[in-house]
């Protein structure tokens, strides 16, 4: 005779594991983020270097300029050498490989320090129906390694490059203004990106929807919802980018979860501060309307731990990857996931950096249990060229970042020479 109250009692069981497993997480220390040791085991003494003159390099504002002034348009055109001097520089820090073979062995090292990538393409402004097919194409190469390698788990898609801007740019504030090209044009974009995201749902692969500019992001936010309602009722798959640099994101990522609850989907979100500051401002005064932007820098800090709270607070409803290089938002989320109980490892909580920046924060997370990832750019040196332009210039602008990365480079750097000399 089967005994009343067994099952209770088995219960009641895994509820005191699960009660045991927290309070130990409660227990273990938060990631220490000045671990040069961690931050840089993945490094050879002769990679270290190599960053470290790269960072010591991109606070000359002058070399950055240069770059954008002559190295482009030398590798465009094709000039001995050019392509070489830019592969064997900032190509090397910023960029995986110039495929996805070349860029295997990256990603196994980045993946033995259990840090995963998220591979982006580095394909912009493109402008033909055979430039947004191969990106098409790239992407679904990029899902199928996904899908077979455990190394990567997610991939990126920007819309700019399945689609023309002007058609996003139009769409964006007279969705329901178009003629008969700009519809067939539409709806070529949709089966592109159905296509990417179908497959993607196949082989359990996360999608990244890149955030653009202002003025053509409500189209990719309409088109984001329309894949996210398709694909992320059983699982989040599809995520959409929050640039909260906006003054108006973090209201709407609330309706955008409120709208999910609503059409009985997941809300999938990638959290960042954003990109376009200095072109959005200058669009908004040369045209005559008020600039998206936040008005400080400390507004922009308080939307995103504010967008991060409420995606922690609601996360088995919103899953979210934390793409940020500040180190108090790092911390806050490590912080909000020890004090709601959450595992480190929770599905729906991960946090990226760029291939090549800030890995103190990614490899600390990685090394204490937390879903951390690598935003891990890919392509030909021509492909990604405006990409490099923008992390040099970057790095050169915000010299408390580049500090930061130098000194520390600097640090372990002696550590192993102390290190070698004590034997």
């Known amino acids: 005779m089967k005994k009343s109250g067994g099952p209770v009692k088995k219960f009641s069981l895994a509820k005191d594991l699960v009660k045991g497993h927290m309070e130990d997480q409660r227990k273990r220390p938060l990631p220490d983020f000045d671990d040069t040791e961690t931050t840089f085991a993945h490094l050879s003494d002769a990679d270290l270097k190599h960053s470290g003159r790269m960072f010591s390099l991109m606070g000359k504002t002058w070399l950055t300029d240069i770059m954008s002034a002559l190295g482009v348009p030398a590798v465009k055109m094709g000039l001995p050498g050019a392509a070489w001097g830019v592969k064997n520089t900032v190509y090397r820090q910023f960029v995986g490989g110039t495929s996805l073979v070349d860029a295997l062995p990256t990603i196994e090292k980045l993946y033995e320090q259990n840090v995963t990538s998220i591979l982006d393409y580095g394909a912009e402004a493109k402008s033909s129906t055979e430039d947004y097919n191969n990106f098409m194409k790239e992407t679904l190469r990029g899902i199928e390694f996904s899908g ?59 999608i990244y929807i890149d955030g653009e500019e202002s003025w053509m992001q409500n189209t990719i936010d309409q088109l984001a919802d329309r894949m996210m309602a398709r694909y992320n009722r059983e699982k989040i798959i599809v995520h959409n980018t929050f640039q909260l ?63 991060l ?22 911390r806050l ?23 090549g920046m800030s890995d103190n924060l990614t490899f600390n997370l990685a090394a204490e249990g937390y879903n951390a990832s690598k935003y891990l750019v890919y392509g030909p040196v021509s492909e990604v060229l405006p990409y490099l332009v923008r992390r040099a210039q970057e790095n050169a602008s915000v010299t408390g970042e580049m500090g930061r990365e130098l000194k520390m480079i600097r640090k372990e750097i002696e550590r192993r020479r102390s290190k070698a000399t004590a034997k």
Request: charge should be negative; glycine fraction near 4%; proline fraction near 5%.
């Open 333 to 355: 989320m490590t912080e909000l996931i020890r004090d709601n109980d959450i595992p480190r490892n929770h599905p729906n909580i991960r946090c990226a950096q760029l291939f």
């Open 148 to 206: 077979e390698a455990p190394a990567a788990n997610a991939v990126v898609v920007k819309v700019t490059a399945l689609a023309p801007d002007s058609m996003l740019t139009h769409l964006n504030d007279a969705p329901l203004d178009f003629d008969d090209a700009t519809l067939a044009q539409l709806q070529v974009t949709v089966k592109r990106l159905d296509a990417i995201c179908a497959q993607a749902e196949k082989r359990g692969v996360h």
């Open 309 to 330: 709270r409420y995606c922690i607070e609601h996360v088995n409803e919103i899953s979210s990857c934390v793409g940020t290089h500040n180190e108090d938002s790092v």
């Open 245 to 307: 640099y906006r003054h108006d994101r973090l209201e709407f990522l609330k309706a955008s979860h409120e709208k999910a609850r609503r059409e009985g989907y997941k809300l999938g979100t990638k959290l960042v501060r954003g990109a376009y500051m200095v072109k959005e401002n200058a669009r908004a005064k040369e045209m005559g309307y008020p600039t998206p932007i936040q008005p400080s820098l400390e507004a922009t800090h308080r939307d995103f731990n504010e967008a």
